[in-house]
């Protein structure tokens, strides 16, 4: 197995500094910060996904030049089968990124504990009325932090 990447995402190509590496890069992090924090196997699957994205864009890419190619190129110009091919390629990774998400939302909803957003909502709180903070126009005003809820759900 290869060493990931800085950012933490699992190196799936060679070399990710051309297109899709970025295209990876880039879909990898939107999922992380929608979905994140992810533990490894879904971390796993969020690789995989950011990898049906740059899929995805390299195949749009692809089907652009060619009708570009065929609507003003002069000479030998891609037929109306390859166009027809490439098409059907794009809608083909655009459906396996899409089941890619999808699972990835199923992963990350398993492993997010229930008591996670109550600890965000703490935190949230614990800094805005942190002494030296001065309150935002437009923010949430402090309130009262609720005592910790014993672990049989009463108090």
Known sequence: MSRALRSGAPRLYGRHDGARGRA????????????????????????????????????????????????????????????????????LAWGSYDQAVRRVEELAVRTKRPGDALRRLHAMVAAQAAPGSTPRAGSVPAVAQVPAVAAGGRQ
């Open 24 to 91: 990876f890069h880039v879909q990898f992090k939107a999922l992380e910060a929608r979905y994140g924090p992810f533990d490894p196997l879904t971390r796993q699957y969020a690789a995989g996904a950011a990898v049906q994205w740059a899929e995805f864009q390299a195949s749009s890419r692809d089907l652009q030049a060619a009708e570009l190619a065929r609507a003003t190129g002069r000479g030998r110009r891609p037929s109306a089968a390859l166009i027809a091919r490439l098409k059907r390629r794009q809608g």
